[in-house]
């Protein structure tokens, strides 16, 4: 996720990073998420999809 705090620094506010780079950690700490690299950037990028939306 840190690799894509460009798009969103200016956006979002310190707090809401904060909040979607713990969300990310905790989704990709599960057991059922399957941890490659590929895996990570696409769930980072629908993330930042999501709360653009919002």
Do not use: M, N, R, S
């Given at each position: 996720m840190k690799r894509y705090h460009h798009l969103?620094?200016?956006v979002l506010q310190p707090d809401e990073i904060t909040n979607l780079q713990?969300?990310?950690?905790?989704?990709?700490?599960?057991?059922?998420?399957?941890?490659?690299e590929m895996n990570r950037e696409a769930f980072a990028a629908e993330l930042i999809r999501l709360i653009e939306r919002a």
């Open positions: 969103i620094e200016g713990k969300i990310f950690d905790a989704v990709i700490g599960q057991p059922w998420f399957h941890l490659t």
